[in-house]
């Protein structure tokens, strides 16, 4: 079976500009721009109070983003900010001058003209913006990796996006929704990865993501002394670390990013040491669709190799550990139905508490009773079929 592997980070360190991405009082603009949502709602964050007392640690806290909209995941909170940015600019005008219901005026419309957004996707991601742009009255067109599930697809195509699979990977798909938004009168791309001349976005979308991380810090009331957070292309990881890293400026927290080991191009990276970014390529065959991403969002990259202390890259049993453990918690704990994706952190976890090859990780780490972990889910069951045959079933690759 294929084995959990981790790495230090031992980058040397660069300049801090990326951090301001996640600047707080921007972040408090974004949060009450999500609020302006009609059907806006905190998501919950889970206390597995009975799992701490299991393996000994003070706590385990679990963000639950399957409820976020009503759409099963928390991207949408970055594809619905960055249409909301990028009409805000069109109009002249700062985002906290514009609510809900002045992006859904006629006038705002009448001014902004017509506009589609371009975006590539696994599923979640294009779905929060088919959904964002069905909310705001705008257009949609999305690419998806061959191998995307078709329920994923159709959810996107209720929302009334242009949406297809193609026969190419993610990045490739990234390539295509950029051509055909060039070809496109009033075409944005909408991406969560960034590259060379493309950052103003991104940085939007990472920012988006940062109303969870704000609820979930209100919501836990307390510092947290750990965060193990997922990453695809990082821009995840980098909103979480870099909020985090600008809420508790003492530091003291150990911050963990965990990959998919068919798709680890930030641990590959840490591993080479140097602090350039190294890339994955071709096909990434693994369950946890959200994180098949080969290329790294470069401003991403610049908060993660200043504030992540490890990276660590996991084979599929982990996500399938951490879906089966969250679906049928010890008893007095609450059930959370987290995807592939989702779940991969918590599986972790549950294996460096466990493997006794782990047991240096866990001390380096430093988890013991005092210890209060925070993780997010950041999909249910997205795929409802997958998910049944991976929890019921175990059907996964383990090797």
């Given at each position: 079976m294929e084995q959990i592997k981790w790495v230090r980070n031992q980058m040397p360190p660069t300049q801090e500009e990326a951090l301001q991405v996640m600047a707080l009082n921007e972040m408090d603009k974004v949060h009450t721009f999500h609020k302006s949502f009609p059907m806006y709602e905190v998501t919950p964050l889970q206390a597995l109070c009975r799992l701490a007392d299991f393996y000994h640690l003070?706590?385990?806290?679990?963000?639950?983003?399957?409820?976020?909209?009503?759409?099963?995941?928390?991207?949408?909170?970055?594809?619905?900010?960055?249409?909301?940015?990028?009409?805000?600019?069109?109009?002249?005008?700062?985002?906290?001058?514009?609510d809900y219901d002045t992006f859904i005026s006629t006038e705002t419309k009448k001014q902004?003209?017509?506009?589609?957004?371009?975006?590539?996707?696994?599923?979640?991601?294009?779905?929060?913006?088919?959904?964002?742009?069905?909310?705001?009255?705008?257009?949609?067109?999305?690419?998806?990796?061959k191998g995307s599930q078709t329920i994923r697809l159709q959810n996107i195509q209720k929302e009334g996006a242009t949406a297809t699979?193609?026969?190419?990977?993610?990045?490739?798909?990234?390539?295509?929704?950029t051509a055909a938004a060039c070809q496109t009168p009033g075409?944005?791309?909408?991406?969560?990865?960034?590259?060379?001349?493309?950052?103003?976005?991104?940085?939007?979308?990472?920012?988006?993501?940062?109303?969870m991380v704000k609820e979930a810090l209100e919501q836990l009331g307390q510092k947290p002394t750990h965060v193990f957070v997922q990453a695809g292309v990082g821009s995840l990881a980098g909103a979480v670390i870099g909020y985090i890293a600008n809420h508790f400026v003492e530091g003291g927290i150990q911050m963990v990013v965990v990959e998919a080991s068919e798709a680890a191009c930030l641990y590959n990276s840490a591993v080479a040491g140097d602090g350039r970014i190294r890339i994955v390529t071709g096909d990434m065959p693994t369950i946890m669709a959200g994180l098949a991403c080969g290329e790294p969002n470069t401003i991403s990259w610049e908060i993660l190799k200043n504030h992540t202390h490890y990276f660590v890259s996991c084979p599929d049993w982990v996500a399938a550990k951490g879906?089966?453990?969250?679906?049928?918690?010890l008893k007095g704990d609450?059930?959370?139905?987290?995807?592939?994706?989702?779940?991969?952190?918590?599986?972790?976890?549950?294996?460096?508490?466990?493997e006794e090859t782990l047991k240096p990780l866990k001390e380096h780490l430093g988890l013991n009773e005092e210890s209060i972990v925070l993780l997010f889910s950041t999909e249910g069951d997205t795929d409802p079929e997958h998910y049944r045959q991976i929890v019921w079933q175990h059907h996964f690759k383990e090797e």
């Open positions: 003070g706590g385990i806290f679990v963000k639950d983003e399957s409820y976020r909209f009503g759409l099963n995941a928390f991207k949408v909170l970055g594809g619905s900010l960055a249409m909301g940015k990028h009409i805000a600019k069109t109009l002249g005008k700062d985002l906290s001058e514009l902004l003209g017509d506009a589609t957004f371009f975006t590539a996707t696994d599923g979640n991601h294009g779905r929060g913006v088919a959904w964002a742009a069905n909310k705001l009255g705008q257009k949609a067109v999305v690419f998806m990796p699979i193609e026969t190419v990977n993610y990045d490739e798909c990234v390539r295509l929704a075409g944005v791309v909408v991406q969560d990865t960034a590259w060379e001349g493309y950052t103003e976005i991104p940085s939007w979308i990472m920012q988006g993501y940062g109303t879906m089966c453990i969250l679906g049928a918690p609450p059930r959370v139905i987290s995807g592939e994706s989702g779940a991969v952190t918590l599986g972790f976890l549950a294996s460096v508490m466990e």
